[in-house]
């Protein structure tokens, strides 16, 4: 009966606009077939790299974990598109783990074959999301493209089997950020996979902190501060939390050297140059911090930042590990008390009759009053005293302060 109908009707025409009609009607199926082809063959959604671009940025750039999806962007990748360290190239495309599904035109749970009302509303709150930030063109339910994050993807009701799908993929990640031989992190539990960390260490650019010396060597505050930084923020990922590490140096890592090599070229969070004055500098990862807090905020995550620093006393001045909150902050407060009960616990038991006398206390620095998460701000220790040194420089030493750290913020988070 169509092709009657259109015999009949082109009768009508004259021979100009029958020839006309027949190229428009084979121009149309040639880009049905192509459109046709691209649908069929683009999977996954892609995206060009931009100047600056690192893949922890691109992966936030579309709502996803840098923490648990580094590993999948690796496997969807081509390795020769990725560089030394773990860089990638400004106008190259890249593959990202958000599936692309057409859209039946009914309803997200009959497109997904799912049951679950909740699962299908994450997944829209997702696509609205990406059209708002200018991701994605159109509204699915006209464009017909359903996107859908990998650590989503199911065919059955998610619940239970969404949950094993998280863990299975986040079971190993790859965070470059942490070096050649820390990169590679296993998440052994989820006991803080609702909660979000900003892991920040003191000083960093130009500005080296504290300055000691040991054994004809100059120790600089910030290189231990942020190696103490790394080697947390590796021990939350572990325990399935989400961590943003503000100040970066994708030349070190973690680093199992006594005396760290001292350097001048780390960055904020987002390739940002740290600022060369000390209240810019401050102000400028108080804002990185508080626009990740608020982008965040529909997750419906815990907020916390954590800052370290190696405090400068005269060099006969002892200090052990202690702790400033604000003093409104009572989750503040809590947190900084029950990291001080675990490392006094775990020197009572390590170093029996040391003794330990680290404390909490309120203080007004800048970035406690003005960042929006719950914020510990931790001293490590004396950098111009003989004694701490020790507590400094050696590497197992940092990571035990690590791994105390991390057990205190978990007996915070869980009670245990």
Known sequence: MKSKIFKFNIQHFGQKQVTALRLLLYVSIAVFISFYKVSAENEFVTCKAKNGDGISNILIRYGLHASGYNLDFFKINNEKYIGKNSSIYSGREYVLPIKIYKYNGTSIRTTLGIDDYDYAKKIQNYNLK?????LKKGDYRRSMELWVPVELVTTNSPSDKIQKKIKAINKNIVEPLFGENYKNVEIIDNSLSDCIFYIVSGHGGIDPGAVGFKDGVELHEDEYAYDVSLRLARKLIEHGAEVYVIVQDP???IRDEKYLKNSFDEFHYGNVAIPTQQIERLA?????????????SSKGLKQYC??????SRYTGKKVDI?????????AGKTMAENLKKTIKQKYDKAQPGRGYEGSVSSRNLYMIRNVIPVCVFIEIGNIQNPRDQIRIIEPNNRQAIANWLTDGIILTITGK
């Open 130 to 134: 990406m059209q708002r930030k200018g």
């Open 251 to 253: 030349n070190d890592g």
């Open 322 to 330: 202690f702790f400033y909150h604000h003093y409104s902050s009572s």
């Open 306 to 311: 954590i800052e370290t620093h190696v405090d």
């Open 284 to 296: 400028q990862r108080t804002n990185i911090i508080n626009n990740l807090y608020k982008s965040n």
